[in-house]
């Protein structure tokens, strides 16, 4: 198990699926946690991260439309709430389906402002604050093996997901010497809430193109951000961690 003990993680969008996986996962290595999302405080979310004694704090907030001042205020609250910031995970994140032909550009920039600008932002007011702080912190992005391979259907969200992978590059470069790590996991197919929706024949030509055979468990990838959150990966920046069975090699 990875220690996280003393550690404060702001994680976006964790109400759901692979945000609450990462969020259970860096709560059970001790981290405290500071969660932001649109919806009303969940307290399913809330008792499940308490009970792995640590502390948390729900923070509400709509990231679909960022700004600097929203981000500023957001890392505000955290100091005010627990004094300082080791880890940050950027989770939300949304997908629009249209044919590329049909695409809507309100649906474009509302895809691209939450998953890619919004990551931008938070990351910058978070560094800030990392840097003012003057200990190492842990910057990590979801991305998506969709952002390395493209989808039909998907032009939106593959451009904003290979958007965060640039991203987790650059920022890396620059906040090495601050020793901050940026680094990033690309998911492949994972059992969530999003992917029971799809149709068996979907599934079907999903798993085909999956090397291992199956689709991933949320676990996988709270499995990969705890690691990449920990002491045992201060070595690593700069890195997309695909967690896609082998889709992307």
Same mark, same amino acid.
């Given at each position: 198990? !990875? ?50 004694? =640590?502390?948390?704090?729900? *923070? ?20 005010? =709430? *627990? ?34 600008k919004s990551i931008f932002l938070l990351s910058q007011s978070v560094a800030k604050q990392m840097v003012t702080q003057k200990t190492k912190g842990k910057i990590i992005n979801i991305s998506s093996v969709s952002g390395v391979t493209g989808n039909a259907g998907q032009a939106n969200y593959s451009a904003s997901k290979a958007g965060v992978i640039g991203l987790t590059k650059s920022a ?16 492949? !197919? ?24 199956? !689709? ?10 705890? !690691? ?6 201060? *070595? ?6 695909? =967690? ?6």
């Amino acid at each position: 198990m !990875f220690d996280l003990n003393g550690k404060v993680a702001i994680v976006t969008g964790a109400n759901q699926g692979l945000g609450f996986a990462m969020c259970q996962g860096l709560a059970k290595a001790g981290a405290d946690i500071f969660n932001i999302g649109r919806r009303e405080d969940d307290h399913v979310i809330r008792e499940a991260i308490e009970k792995e004694g =640590v502390k948390y704090h729900y *923070y509400r907030a709509d990231l679909s439309n960022p700004t600097v001042e929203k981000m500023d205020e957001i890392v505000e609250e955290v100091i005010k =709430v *627990y004094g300082h910031v080791d880890i940050l995970l950027n989770n939300a994140g949304a997908n629009i389906r249209e044919p590329f032909l049909e695409y809507d550009v309100k649906d474009w920039d509302y895809i691209l402002n939450l998953n890619l600008k919004s990551i931008f932002l938070l990351s910058q007011s978070v560094a800030k604050q990392m840097v003012t702080q003057k200990t190492k912190g842990k910057i990590i992005n979801i991305s998506s093996v969709s952002g390395v391979t493209g989808n039909a259907g998907q032009a939106n969200y593959s451009a904003s997901k290979a958007g965060v992978i640039g991203l987790t590059k650059s920022a890396a470069r620059e906040l090495a010497s601050r020793g901050i790590t940026v680094n990033a996991i690309a998911p492949g !197919f994972i059992n969530t809430e999003m992917t029971e929706v799809l149709s068996e024949k979907v599934k079907e030509g999903a798993t085909a193109q999956i090397p291992l055979g199956k !689709f991933g468990e949320t676990e996988d990838i709270a499995n990969a951000a705890a !690691f990449l959150a920990s002491d045992e990966a201060r *070595y690593i920046t700069g890195q997309t961690l695909h =967690v896609d069975g082998g889709m992307a090699m």
